[in-house]
C-alpha cells in the first residue's frame, strides 16, 4: 500500500482520473492504489509523482501519463494467469501494474537501454514483485522464447507495428499499440483465426519512437 505522504496526490488523480473516463475498471484502479508510481521515478521528479503526466526519468525517456496507463491497461482486458509481453519496461510502473493484474502469470519486458533495465529492475524487486522478466534487447523483435502472448502493451510510437510481435500474438490475444508519426493513435488489435481484427482506435497520442529493426532506424 502507499505511504500516508502520497496518499492525498493519489486519491486526488484517481479522482481526476475517473471523472475524465480514463479510470473505468475497479481492478486497474486497485493496481493503482497498490501499485506506487513514486517508488518508480528519478528523485527530481517525486513532487511530481501523482500528475497527470509524463515524467522524464533517463536516456530521453517518459514514465507514461497515468491516464494513457490505465487506458492502455483497461483496453487490454488482462486475466490472472496470462502471459504478457511489454515492449518498452522504461522504469517498471507499467510493468508492475500488468504484474499486479495478471497475478499468477508472468510480464516479459523488453527494454533497449541498459541503464533504463537496470533502474526497472531494481524498482520492481524492492516492491517483491517476482513475476516479472526484464530482457535487456530489441524490442521491436519483440520475444520469441516466450510466445505466444496472451497479450502484448507496445509503449512506443509505431509507424506501423513490428511483424514479428504480431507473430509472436497467441489466438484470441489482444496487442496495443501507439501507431504514428508525430502524433498518434492509440490502436487495439485481436489475432482471431491468423486474421489481425482492429477492436478500437482512438487518436491524439504522443509517445517516444520505438526504435530498433522494425522500428525508427
Same mark, same amino acid.
Given at each position: 500500500?502507499? =505511504? ?15 471523472? @475524465? ?12 492504489? /497498490? ?8 528523485? &527530481? ?7 497527470? =503526466?509524463? !515524467?522524464?526519468?533517463?536516456? /530521453?525517456?517518459? $514514465? ?5 496507463? &490505465? ?6 482486458? $488482462? ?6 509481453? *511489454? ?10 501494474? !500488468?504484474?499486479?493484474?495478471?497475478? /499468477? ?8 537501454? +541498459? ?9 520492481? *524487486?524492492?516492491?517483491?514483485?517476482? /513475476? ?11 520475444? +520469441? *522464447? *516466450? @510466445? ?5 502493451? $507496445? ?8 511483424? +514479428? %510481435? ?19 493513435? %492509440?490502436? !487495439? ?9 482492429? $477492436?478500437?482506435?482512438? @487518436? ?6 520505438? !526504435? ?6
Amino acid at each position: 500500500m502507499i =505511504e500516508k505522504k502520497y496518499r492525498t496526490a493519489l486519491n486526488d488523480l484517481i479522482i481526476y482520473l475517473k471523472k @475524465s473516463r480514463f479510470l473505468n475498471d475497479s481492478k486497474v484502479e486497485s493496481a493503482f492504489q /497498490n501499485i506506487p508510481r513514486h517508488e518508480f521515478v528519478v528523485p &527530481s521528479e517525486l513532487d511530481r509523482a501523482y500528475y497527470n =503526466e509524463p !515524467l522524464s526519468i533517463m536516456n /530521453n525517456q517518459t $514514465i507514461s501519463q497515468p491516464g494513457v496507463v &490505465s487506458r492502455m491497461t483497461e483496453w487490454l482486458d $488482462i486475466k490472472d494467469g496470462q502471459k504478457i509481453l *511489454e515492449i518498452g519496461t522504461g522504469s517498471g510502473w507499467q510493468t508492475a501494474i !500488468l504484474s499486479y493484474l495478471v497475478r /499468477n502469470g508472468t510480464v516479459h519486458s523488453v527494454e533497449r537501454h +541498459p541503464e533504463l533495465a537496470k533502474f526497472a529492475r531494481k524498482n520492481l *524487486e524492492k516492491l517483491g514483485i517476482d /513475476n516479472t522478466h526484464v530482457i535487456l534487447g530489441d524490442g521491436s523483435l519483440g520475444y +520469441p *522464447e *516466450e @510466445s505466444p502472448y496472451d497479450r502484448i502493451i $507496445i509503449t512506443a510510437a509505431c509507424t506501423k507495428i513490428p511483424q +514479428p %510481435l504480431l507473430e509472436q500474438l497467441g489466438e484470441n490475444g489482444l496487442i496495443i499499440a501507439p501507431v504514428g508519426d508525430s502524433s498518434q493513435s %492509440l490502436i !487495439l488489435l485481436k489475432k482471431t483465426s491468423g486474421k489481425i481484427v482492429e $477492436i478500437k482506435n482512438e @487518436s491524439n497520442y504522443v509517445f517516444v519512437p520505438l !526504435l530498433g529493426k522494425f522500428g525508427k532506424k
